[in-house]
């Protein structure tokens, strides 16, 4: 599909190395293909070799640009008065647990009390979404037996390397890579084998291969939870968030980009097969720990919506980033989310079933008919 005239050369993309619509679209060539008639390029933020655009991924300051991934980042953006808006949502079934080391005798939620957790701290980022992560997983399975944080020690675990890493520039490749993937929770693990913490935190695509090395215990299985407030974190919900002078000056270009998305989501669903292939290289992992790190529902999970547990989930998560001080101002996040490019691409999903159906009756019509 094309757009009539756009003043637009260049938009821009990013997605955190966990399963989306957004990834698999961008595998497939699609976005790229819905804009190459218009004479707009579409490019990944690794695309520049600029820090300051790549750092787009956290603060959201570059123009024109798309993100799918964690949302303290894009809470974060909101709260300091950047233009960015939230046009979809998912809530994404991954690993996220709380482990400890064979033979330390925390088996369960209540031996928790008075253990030392691990809490990692990022040196001199933005929003240190890891540290708020962590934080919230501690403090909500706790609530679960009746603790809080005066019934246990966090151990401050300061981490000097940032979390956007040197890398060759890359026209579609994520901003973050496997050696980078494979070393997110160095820091805890260290100190959970040394001794100095007695628990740790992790979620994501590496957290089972982290456990077996570890050989850890699960304390709590977070993922998991009946009540799935107690899940509520960065991943869940993710958000997919646009910058908001695109979406009022050239709406009909954001709703072709997320047609896109919502066609990804819909292949993911018939092919997951060939699903898993892709999600294994976003993630960063072999195919083989996939179903060890989401669950087998993923790709049901994919297609963005604004449904309104989500939405609730989101003001659960933006709440409790202001409530603990890593974002400094609150907003409305009602007002944050504009539900007139999904609504749309959904219209424009519609109309392609309807044509594609038309040439189908058109060619399987007999002859003379």
Request: hydrophobic share 40%; net charge negative; with cysteine.
């Amino acid at each position: 599909m094309s757009s009539s005239t756009s003043s637009i050369d260049r938009l821009w993309y990013t997605r955190c190395p966990v399963p989306t619509a957004s990834g698999i679209a961008i595998h497939h060539g699609w976005i790229a293909a819905e804009f190459a008639a218009d004479g707009i390029t579409v490019s990944s933020l690794r695309a520049s070799a600029d820090r300051e655009v790549r750092e787009s991924h956290f603060d959201h300051r570059q123009l024109n640009s798309f993100r799918q991934g964690g949302n303290a980042p894009p809470i974060w953006s909101r709260s300091e008065g950047q233009d960015v808006v939230v046009v979809g949502l998912t809530w994404l079934p991954q690993y996220q647990s709380l482990l400890s080391l064979p033979g330390s005798g925390i088996q369960t939620v209540r031996d928790l009390k008075g253990k030392r957790l691990a809490l990692p701290r990022r040196v001199g980022e933005k929003i240190d979404f890891w540290r708020a992560s962590a934080l919230q997983a501690y403090l909500q399975v706790l609530a679960t037996e009746g603790l809080g944080a005066e019934d246990v020690s966090f151990v401050d675990l300061p981490i000097s390397t940032p979390y956007i890493q040197a890398q060759k520039a890359s026209s579609s490749g994520s901003l973050f890579d496997a050696r980078q993937s494979a070393s997110n929770a160095r820091a805890e693990a260290f100190a959970l084998i040394r001794g100095d913490v007695d628990v740790l935190y992790h979620y994501g695509a590496t957290g089972p291969a982290l456990q077996e090395f570890l050989g850890a215990h699960v304390v709590a299985d977070i993922a998991h939870h009946p009540d799935t407030r107690v899940a509520v974190n960065n991943g869940t919900p993710n958000v997919l968030s646009v910058s908001g002078e695109l979406v009022r000056e050239h709406p009909d270009l954001v709703a072709r980009y997320l047609l896109q998305v919502l066609r990804a989501a819909r292949w993911a669903r018939s092919h997951p097969r060939e699903a898993d292939s892709i999600i294994a290289r976003e993630v960063s992992v072999v195919d083989e720990w996939l179903p060890d790190a989401f669950d087998a529902q993923i790709y049901d999970n994919l297609e963005p919506s604004l449904r309104p547990d989500l939405v609730n989930a989101l003001k659960l998560r933006k709440d409790f980033l202001l409530a603990h001080g890593f974002i400094r101002n609150d907003f409305s996040v009602d007002d944050w989310i504009q539900p007139g490019p999904l609504a749309a691409a959904h219209a424009l999903l519609r109309q392609l079933d309807e044509e594609q159906g038309a040439q189908t009756k058109e060619f399987a019509a007999p002859v003379g008919a």
